[in-house]
């Protein structure tokens, strides 16, 4: 898509230095990504600073500069000043690409446990309702049938709204990705309309970044606040984590639609699992209780934990209008993420997995 600089500067809230009447159709932070056509934003980062390759996009073609600090002296193309780099870039991502989450229904995944899977089975869901899928997850990138192996577990926002841009010209409908707290906290996911936003659980990790678990719960938070941007639709919450029902009751109390899940049988959760039943050879069976049915699941999946990412796939299919068959359909058929506790099938008497 082509838009001029000078509305990609008010979308920022940027000055801008010159003419911006010049066309852009791409935005990026990395220097051998820059091109004719695209403005490259410097980030100062922790061991590189961006600004060191101003001249050398400057002389590829590239349309201008998006930074933190004012043009160096002699500086003579389009120099756009903005208060943060990195959100900048989101927010520029978004509008350059002509706003892609805003075309498809965006499955946000988030939590410390479960992300990946549970982006496969909304994937697979969507594919049992007759839809085309999109996904972005630490193993991979897939828009339909066409698959990369994926890069990070959360791109930069250049990249998540370049392939977003992707999905929706290859007609997606909808599309999950994986929403880690560093990328959450880094603005990769800032600016993205999220149709739904799942939280899968929290447990001691990635302290060495956040340093306690406070700061690791206020990062995931982001995801549902507003403080990206805007909040989701729905926010699907696994209260059977302590930190999923604080989170629960403080959106609630900001009148948020919040969906919550449970395989202790909570009275008070929207989704629940009983009757669970797991078995090596024959993966695992148990009981989904919806508000609009029960139906008996038979997963290829092992194990308690994948019922609960089961549980946030079908409350977030349900949002999405998908109906109870096609979410039978698509836990029975799903084998998740290669890798992750994955069954091998044989002829023995014995299993193998894969994890």
Same mark, same amino acid.
């Given at each position: 898509m082509n838009i001029s600089i000078d509305k990609v500067a008010t979308a920022i809230n940027a000055k801008l230095t010159s003419d911006g009447s010049d066309k852009v159709s791409d935005v990026t932070h990395?220097?051998?990504?820059?091109? *004719?056509g695209s403005l490259f934003v410097a980030i100062k980062g922790l061991t590189l600073d961006g600004h060191r390759f101003v001249d050398d996009v400057m002389r590829r073609g590239a349309a201008g500069i998006i930074s933190e600090y004012d043009p160096p002296r002699g500086f003579s193309g389009a120099w756009l000043r903005v208060d943060d780099a990195r959100t900048a870039l989101a927010k520029a991502a978004s509008v350059i690409n002509g706003e892609p989450s805003h075309s498809l229904d965006l499955i946000g995944i988030t939590g410390t446990n479960g992300k990946t899977t549970t982006t496969y089975l909304c994937f697979a869901l969507a594919e049992a309702a007759g839809i085309i899928p999109a996904m972005l997850t630490t193993v991979e990138y897939r828009?339909?049938?066409?698959? *990369? *192996?994926a890069v990070r577990t959360t791109p930069e926002a250049s990249d998540t709204n370049r392939f977003l841009r992707d999905s929706v010209d290859a007609g997606c409908k909808m599309a999950a990705m994986?929403?880690?707290s560093q990328a959450i906290d880094l603005h990769r996911c800032d600016w993205l309309r999220f149709r739904v936003a799942i939280f899968t659980n929290l447990?001691?990790?990635h302290l060495d970044y956040h340093h306690t678990m406070e700061a690791y719960f206020d990062a995931k938070k982001k995801l549902f606040d507003g403080r990206l941007g805007e909040a989701p639709t729905s926010s699907v919450i696994n209260i059977d984590d302590e930190w999923g029902i604080k989170l629960a009751e403080d959106l609630r109390s900001r009148g948020q639609h919040v969906i919550t899940t449970s395989q202790v049988l909570n009275s008070a959760a929207g989704l629940t699992a009983e009757e669970v039943e797991?078995?090596?050879?024959?993966?695992?069976?148990?009981?989904?209780?919806?508000?609009?049915?029960?139906?008996r699941i038979s997963s290829p999946l092992v194990g308690r934990p994948h019922v609960y990412n089961m549980l946030s796939a079908s409350a977030a299919a349900l949002e999405l209008g998908y109906d109870l068959d096609a979410i039978v359909m698509g836990l029975n058929k799903c084998v998740g993420a290669p890798g992750r506790f994955e069954r091998v099938p044989h002829d023995g008497d014995f299993a193998v997995v894969v994890d």
């Open positions: 990395d220097s051998r990504q820059a091109r *004719e828009i339909g049938k066409k698959s *990369e *192996e994986e929403a880690s447990t001691q990790d797991v078995s090596l050879q024959k993966g695992t069976s148990f009981m989904l209780n919806t508000p609009i049915g029960s139906r």
